[in-house]
């Protein structure tokens, strides 16, 4: 059977292919998702995305119980969010932490993650490609 995993994308990723493409390129998140249903065919990828640290929250919190693994690009949060790591630890899902650009070349404020200690791993720098990556990954856990 197929292994559930959903991918959360957070504030400003629904901009993608519009928001600063030299740093997250041009390709909206809506033409990727099929190329990476196509390229992972042995998932069931399902894809959420909020502005809103709330909706996170209980999209982690409902999901957490139903999938077998969780890919969350939390976006500015992830710097932030004490309450989104604890969301990733009150679940079972596995969750990696993905950031399409290398956020340890940019800004300081991007060099440390909230997040990262309640994950099981971190895909960081390898553009949309890291989905893919981190969907495999949470295939073999
Ligand atoms: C990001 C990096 C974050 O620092 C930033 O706030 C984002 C996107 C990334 O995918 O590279 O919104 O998570």
Redesign the pocket.
Known sequence: MAKKILIIN????NLLGVREPG??GAESFDDYLPRLRREVPEAEISYFQSNHEGELLDCIQKEGFRQDGIVL???????TSIALHDAIKAIPAPVIE??????FQ?EAF?HHSMISPACRGVV??LGLDGYRLATLALLRL
């Open positions: 957070g504030p400003n990723l740093v997250y690009n939390a976006g500015a949060y992830t710097h993905l950031h399409i650009s290398n956020v940019r991007r960081c720098g």
